[in-house]
Each structure stands twice: as C-alpha cells, then as structure tokens.
C-alpha cells in the first residue's frame, strides 16, 4: 500500500511480517485516517475524542504543517454541510479541498509564501464567529509554514535566526522556544486571534516526546518555555551577541506567550491523532497476531544512529542467547529519531545507517531480522525511506565484494542496501512520526 517495492522485499527472509509490520505503522500515521478516526459526525453534533460538541454556528478549518492537505481533505468529508470554508498552508499548495483553501508556505525556512499564506489565513479567521467551532491542523513543517512576525520583526530576521539556529545544532525545543518570541502566532499566541468558543487542534507529533509546545511551535498549547530559556539558547549557539538591539528587545520584552493557566485555554481541545508510539503500538498489534511476543522498547529512541543500532543489536542478541527481556519469537520494537555526525559522502540516512550498524553486530545470527523506516518516507539524503535486514547482510555483502564497514564509515547506507536490494522505498508519505525500528527473533531451529 505505502511501499512501493513490497513485492522484492517480501521475498527476504521474514520480509513478509517485517513488510506487513512497517505498512501498519505508517497505516496509523496516515493524516486521512488519523483525522478521520477521530472525529464523528451525528446531524449538528461533533464527537472529538471523547468529547461531544453541538454545532450552533458553523465549522471552519484552518491549518499548516507537512501532512495538513490529507487532514483537511478527512475533515472536510467528516463535517459535510457543517464546513464552511477554511485555509490551509502546506508544502505545495494545490488549490481547493472542497471549501477549504489550500495555499504553499515555504520549508524549512519561512520566506515570501508563507507571509502570503499565513495573513490569508489570519484573514480568513476574521470572519469566523462566537458561536462557531475552529478546527486546526497540525503537524511537522507547521513552524515554518505558517509564520506572521511580532511588532518589531522582519520574516527576514525569523528567517536567518531559525537557519542560523538550526545550523548550529539546536534542538526543536531549543528552535521553537526561540521562533514563538518572535511570532504572533506561536506559544498559544494562535489562540488570541481566534474569536470561536470553540478550537479543535488535531495533532501529528514529529516531536519525540510529544510536546504539545514544540510541534510546529505549539499554536495552540500553553508554552512550557520561558523568555529567559530563549535568551539562554541564543547565547549556547553565540547568536545573542550578533543580534541589534532592536531584535534583542522583543526577547526581553514582547508579547509574552500564552502560559498554563491561561482562561483562553479552556477554548481549545489539543489531541494528538498519530504520533510515534500509536504507530508502534500499530505494529505490534500485527505482530502479536502472527505469533510474536511483542515488546515496545521505547519511542523516545534518540543518540547517533550507528551507536543505537548497536545497542539493539545487544537486545536482540541477549534475546537470542538468554530469553531476556522475552523469549523468541519476539518481536522489539523502538521509536524516535536518532542522529548522524556525517564524516563520509556517501549517500543514507540515520534509519539506514541504524540498520547497517545492527546488520553488522548481529552477523551470522539468521535468527535475527529487523526493519528501519523513517515515516516520511525519506531517510537523509538518499531516495530510500529505510532497509530490511537480517544476521546474514554482512556475509552477504562480502560475497559480493562489498565491505559492509567501509560503507557505514562513508555514510553510504543506501548505496549499501540498494546493492543488495534491501532499501524500502516509499516516496514522501505525507505524513511524519519519526522513525521506526522492528527486530524479529526466531526460535533457532
Ligand atoms: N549520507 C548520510 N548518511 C546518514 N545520514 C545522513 C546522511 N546525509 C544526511 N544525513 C542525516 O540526515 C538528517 C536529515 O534527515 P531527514 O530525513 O532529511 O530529516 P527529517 O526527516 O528530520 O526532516 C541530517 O540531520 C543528517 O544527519
Ligand atoms: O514545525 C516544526 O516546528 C517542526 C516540529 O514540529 O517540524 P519540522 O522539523 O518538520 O520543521
Ligand atoms: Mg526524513
């Protein structure tokens, strides 16, 4: 359904549990059914995750973020007659979803389309009334797509200070506490503009650990994060020093964001409708069906890529050898997004080079497979979305000619797994809830 290669993959060793098990985890990220499965419709009335709303005005949706074309198209089938129009800011812009506006933002730096994009938006919100429910779609890419600076701030300042930022290894948390200063529409900032009694925020988390602050700069949720913790990050990465007075001021002292406790919150109903734990839960569901003892490791996986799949490697192994944490059949399943200190120029990605590392610490264990998938679709720099693995790669490999180490030394996973028709290829998904890992033990027989 998602990977477009199933047919070759289904042919390795465990590649149709493997193949089924990734399907199913990006089955629960896919924006559509994510939005679809949690709102209802019965005549006037909405149901929103437990949570009933009667209709007096009229339903409106607006939103930004990679996957936001799929959760609008879901939305605006849910609602029917009830949805009165909208705009939405995605990565490409493609017109019109029934009454919705469909509009191009600019990634991952905000420039001339997303200023456009975002005062359509704020526009739109204009004519939105009392008694009416606001539907808000949210996802990754959200911070850039949609963006209209404070009193005192150029795009452009957002713009060099967010690449600036990121070039020099700030996390999201880090990033996004920075760009909400400068925002009228971060930090809960959203939730002045809206005059609705009623918001809906539906939420795909790209953010490991779910901070309801820290996707897409968190419109809608109160800010964990404080102006002094903002000013701190710009001075960890030398920024603060570089920045002119009058873009230090609007840290010191602009509009402050919405903070827990704040009345406006009890206008807003934030749900998070897939996330990176949802997906896992997906797959080892499927998994337990085929048989497997299925256990969730984590979905806060994080560290370099190549360390990572060593650690998993020793998991699996001690799964292997001594029963533990389970007995085989097992399947281990963890979630996150690791990281990649590129040395080499080759061409991979961190779920690759997570796999091709675990491929080599569980050489000639046929007993052991595993699968790596980045869930939107994309793995790096590479055309690849991840690989399918076993204790038999590395020999494999070296039967061909080919030196598994010199490969993982020169971040040069894809080529790796190309070559050994082991890269899951999915094309963008449109949707993104980190990276997911599953590894298989068997019964030695
Ligand atoms: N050749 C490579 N091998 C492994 N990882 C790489 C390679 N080139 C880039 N990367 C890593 O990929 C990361 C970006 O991955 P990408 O999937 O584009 O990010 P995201 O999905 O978070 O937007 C970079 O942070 C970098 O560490
Ligand atoms: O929009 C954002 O703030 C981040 C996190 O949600 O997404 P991305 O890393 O895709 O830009
Ligand atoms: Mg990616």
């Known amino acids: 359904m998602y990977i477009k290669n199933k047919d070759a993959l289904l042919r390795l060793p465990r590649g149709g549990a493997l193949v089924g098990a990734l399907e199913e985890a990006l089955s629960a990220a896919d924006p559509y059914k994510a939005v679809a499965s949690h709102v209802k419709r019965a005549g006037?009335?909405?149901?929103?995750?437990?949570?009933?709303?009667?209709?007096?005005?009229?339903?409106?949706?607006?939103?930004?973020?990679?996957?936001?074309?799929?959760?609008?198209?879901?939305?605006?089938?849910?609602?029917?007659?009830?949805a009165a129009g909208g705009v939405v800011i995605s990565p490409r812009g493609s017109g019109r979803l029934g009454p919705v506006e469909v509009v191009k933002g600019d990634h991952p730096v905000p420039g001339a389309d997303t200023l456009v994009a975002s005062r359509r938006l704020l526009e739109y919100l204009e004519g939105v009334g009392e008694n009416d429910v606001v539907f808000v779609v949210i996802s990754g890419g959200g911070s850039a797509l949609f963006e209209v600076p404070v009193e005192g701030m150029e795009l452009g300042d957002i713009a060099r200070i967010s690449a600036e930022l990121m070039r020099r290894g700030a996390d999201i948390v880090e990033l996004n506490a920075v760009r909400k200063r400068l925002s009228r529409v971060k930090g809960g900032k959203l939730l002045r503009l809206v005059k609705a009694s009623a918001v809906i925020s539906l939420i795909i988390s790209d953010v490991v650990g779910d901070r309801l602050d820290t996707i897409a700069s968190g419109p809608t949720a109160p800010d964990g994060t404080?102006?002094?913790?903002?000013?701190?990050?710009?001075?960890?990465?030398?920024?603060?020093?570089?920045?002119?007075?009058?873009?230090?001021?609007?840290?010191?002292?602009?509009?402050?964001?919405?903070?827990?406790?704040?009345?406006?919150?009890?206008?807003?109903?934030?749900?998070?409708?897939a996330n990176n734990l949802l997906s896992l839960r997906r797959a080892s569901e499927y998994l337990s069906a085929l048989g497997y003892k299925a256990v969730i490791l984590t979905s806060m996986l994080e560290g370099e890529a190549r360390e990572a799949g060593r650690v998993l490697a020793s998991v699996a192994k001690s799964a292997a050898y001594s029963g533990l944490p389970e007995r085989p059949p097992l399947a281990l399943l963890a979630g996150g997004e690791t990281v990649v200190t590129v040395r080499g120029g080759g061409r991979g990605g961190r779920n690759q080079e997570l796999c091709l590392s675990f491929s080599i610490a569980v050489r000639g264990l046929r007993n052991i497979s595993a699968a790596c998938l980045g869930t939107d679709g994309v793995d790096g720099n590479s055309p690849a979305a991840g690989a399918v693995v076993d204790g038999g790669v590395a020999e494999e490999a070296e039967a061909m000619g080919l030196d598994p180490f010199e490969y993982l030394n020169n971040n040069d996973s894809y080529t790796f797994f190309e070559k050994l028709g082991r890269a899951?290829?999915?094309?963008?998904?449109?949707?993104?809830?980190?990276?997911?890992?599953?590894?298989l033990v068997e019964k030695v027989i």
């Open 424 to 439: 899951v290829i999915t094309g963008y998904t449109g949707t993104n809830v980190n990276d997911v890992f599953i590894a």
């Open 226 to 273: 404080s102006r002094e913790f903002a000013i701190r990050v710009l001075k960890k990465y030398g920024i603060w020093g570089e920045l002119p007075p009058r873009i230090r001021a609007v840290f010191e002292g602009g509009e402050d964001t919405v903070k827990e406790g704040d009345a406006l919150l009890a206008k807003v109903q934030n749900v998070i409708v």
């Open 44 to 82: 006037g009335a909405l149901e929103v995750a437990g949570r009933v709303y009667s209709v007096r005005g009229r339903a409106h949706v607006v939103g930004f973020g990679k996957a936001s074309e799929k959760m609008a198209e879901a939305l605006v089938d849910v609602l029917g007659d009830l």
